[in-house]
Every structure is written in structure tokens, then in C-alpha cells.
């Protein structure tokens, strides 16, 4: 058993994540893929006060990146692709086959979201794909809409059948345009006259464990299982397996208690370097800040996404974004992006932690001007 403090934690977790160098990806299409595969996945979301969840994580690790950077590796390198991980993402392409279970399962079993969709609006809109190529929703004009059957759900069917489609993995997502998507017949999008050989369960269950090892460093089963809970016993007996073969070494964590997590010994021989002192604006959806009670742990600092809870209620803000400097989080600042008035608008900002405050607070405005660029960008 080897004993981590949680500040040795946190420099193997920020040097996994990427955040304690700058540009360590490089630029343009290319850095993202590298992003994309190193992290496992990049969350992808709706809500847009300030620049999208996907294209702000990628932004923090690629300091020279431009939203046209993501829609080559997508659309025309073809390097990353969307599926479910714990929530949409871009995933690497390499990653397919790891998916192809889950497919499987949604063309056996169906989706839950999707239980109300009929077959015959499933062949019309294939139809469409197989006669007119990609297409989006806009691109279906005579839907007759219906009520919804959860707060989520469209009202138009042919939308319910590309999403049905989508997690059956018979079509894929071409391109983004803001969140408008392009649908495309998945072996027609990558050219594929067979898709690859589906992962066994086993192998599956490899690959994300080598995922978490690669993006975290330190893993416990709550990190490598994120909202995938019947995984996890199969996950232990992997991990048990590679602790006997000495491939994996089990941590006692400062403050962990009862929760067991496990390292490679090289990452734990390099635990004691110091951090960058780099400054980060985060995305409440970076895979740093996503796990929020690991999180707390590693930084004692816990995270409030209050943008759906009523403003009379909200603490930190409506869409606050933690500040990571070094190795600590000393802020949580609520922000908004005036596109019209080309403006980055500070709602609020929240201090975290007791740190001086007066050189922070420079730092941190400076690189706020960064992000400012950043959202303003075309």
C-alpha cells in the first residue's frame, strides 16, 4: 500500500489531465484528435452563456484552438465521432469497437428515451439517408408532431427516429453546425465496406480502465465507473489481476477513508513534482470538475451547477466557472458571453479557499482576457 497526499494526488491528476503544461497537444485538427484520445472523451453540451462545454475544454489544452479545428477532425479527417460515454461526447475513432456493445444492446433492446418511436418513421428516415444522403432535422418538413414523452424529448418524430438510429449506431453525426445536427449512414460517413470487429466484454472493460489509468492517474472504481455502477465488479477483478502481476500498485488517499484507488508505479515514482502555477478558466463539464466528489476530495473544493436552480437559491451563479491556479481552485466566477455587444460580462465572482489574494486576482484577470478572445472569436 502506497500512501499519497492529497497535494501529490492532485499533481498526478493535473499532469494526467494535461494542465500543468502548455500547449501539450499542439494545434490545429490534429491537436484535438490528440486531445480527444489522451482525455478518452470531450463531454459534449447545450448550454451556450458561454462558449459550448466541448469546444472550451478543448480551448483549455489547446491555448491556439478554433472551433473549425473540431469540425475538421470530425466531419472531414474523420478522427473523433459522438457516442454516450457517461453523457454525449467526441470520442476517438480508433475507440469504435468499444462502442459496437452498446450499439448492439440499443438494436436488441431498444433505447428508453426512444421506446415510443414507431418503425415506420425508423424507415422513413433511413429512406431519406439511403436516397438524399446526410441530412438534418430541418431538412424534414412533414412531420406531424406529438406530445412528449419526457421533458427532453422532441415533439418531431423523424427527430426521435435519427436519435433511435444514433444509439443503435446505423447512422452517426457528420457535422455540427451550433447544435444543429448532420446525419449521415454510419458506414457511408466513414467509408467502412464492414464496420470493425466488435470489443468483447472483457475487453471493453480493458479499455476503460486503461482510459481512467491515462486521464487520471490515481483511479478508484466511482472514477472509472463514472454513473456505470454495473461495471464495477468486473473492473475490480480486472484491477486486482494487474495488482498480482505488480501492474498496478494500491494507494492509501489522504482523506479517501474506505475508497480504494490504485496507480502504475511509474506515475507514483513522479507523484512529487511540484505544480505548473499555471492559470485555468474550467468548464463545469472538464473531466477535472465533472466527477465532483472526486473533486472535493482531491481539492476540497465542491462544485455547484446551479443553472437550473432558482436564482434566489444560487450561490456561486447561474453558470459559475472554477478557477484552477497551481494546484488549487481559488475562485468560482459566474460569466456570460454578450455576442452582441462583444462583451465578456462578470456576473459574479466567488473566492474559494484563503490564499492571498491581491497577485491571484491579477492572474486571473489576466488570463480572463484570454478567454475573453476566446468567446469572442469567430
Known amino acids: 500500500m502506497h500512501s499519497l497526499s492529497k497535494a501529490q494526488a492532485r499533481h498526478i491528476w493535473l499532469r494526467t489531465q494535461r494542465l500543468d503544461t502548455s500547449a ?34 478543448l480551448w ?42 452498446d450499439m448492439k444492446l440499443h438494436r436488441r433492446e431498444g433505447h428508453k428515451w426512444f421506446a415510443g418511436v414507431k418503425p415506420a418513421d425508423l424507415r422513413k428516415v433511413l429512406r431519406l439517408l439511403r436516397k438524399d444522403g446526410a441530412l438534418t432535422i430541418r431538412d424534414i418538413d412533414d412531420d406531424v408532431l406529438v406530445d412528449k414523452e419526457h421533458l427532453w424529448a422532441s415533439r418531431k418524430p423523424s427527430k426521435r427516429a435519427l436519435q433511435l438510429a444514433f444509439y443503435t449506431g446505423v447512422v452517426t453525426i457528420s457535422e455540427r453546425n451550433g447544435m444543429l445536427k448532420t446525419y449521415q449512414l454510419m458506414e457511408r460517413h466513414f467509408g467502412w465496406d ?22 487520471q492517474g490515481l483511479v478508484s472504481l466511482d472514477s472509472i465507473c463514472h454513473l456505470d455502477a454495473p461495471r464495477k465488479p468486473q473492473i475490480r477483478r480486472l484491477i486486482e489481476s494487474r495488482v498480482r ?28 513534482d511540484g505544480a505548473s502555477g499555471m492559470v485555468h ?98
Open 194 to 215: 464492414r464496420p470493425p470487429k466488435s470489443a468483447s466484454t472483457t475487453e471493453v472493460s480493458n479499455y476503460l480502465l486503461d482510459r481512467g489509468l491515462r486521464a
Open 281 to 378: 478558466i474550467l468548464s463545469p463539464f472538464d473531466p477535472l470538475i465533472i466527477q465532483r466528489k472526486r473533486t472535493e476530495l482531491f481539492f476540497g473544493y465542491g462544485h455547484r451547477f446551479e443553472a437550473y436552480v432558482p436564482k434566489a437559491k444560487r450561490v456561486f451563479g447561474y453558470f459559475a466557472l472554477p478557477v484552477l491556479v497551481g494546484d488549487d481552485i481559488v475562485a468560482a466566477i459566474d460569466l456570460k458571453t454578450d455576442r452582441k455587444n462583444k462583451k465578456l460580462l462578470l456576473q459574479k465572482w466567488n473566492w474559494i479557499g484563503k490564499r492571498p489574494r491581491k497577485e491571484l486576482k491579477r492572474r486571473i484577470e489576466e488570463e480572463l482576457h484570454r478567454f475573453e478572445r476566446f468567446q469572442l472569436a469567430d
Open 24 to 57: 501539450p497537444f499542439g494545434d490545429g485538427p490534429q491537436a484535438v484528435a490528440s486531445a480527444v484520445e489522451h482525455l478518452g472523451y470531450v463531454q459534449i453540451d447545450t448550454i451556450s452563456v458561454i462558449e459550448r462545454a466541448h469546444h472550451h475544454i
Open 245 to 272: 502481476r505488480k501492474e498496478l500498485v494500491p494507494v492509501a488517499l489522504e482523506g479517501a477513508v474506505k475508497q480504494e484507488h490504485w496507480a502504475r508505479p511509474d506515475v507514483l515514482e513522479a507523484s512529487g
Open 60 to 101: 483549455t489544452r489547446i491555448p491556439a484552438y478554433r472551433r473549425a479545428d473540431l469540425r475538421q477532425a470530425q466531419s472531414v479527417d474523420k478522427s473523433i465521432f459522438e457516442y454516450w460515454t457517461h453523457a454525449l461526447s467526441y470520442v476517438p475513432t480508433k475507440d469504435f469497437r468499444f462502442f459496437i456493445p
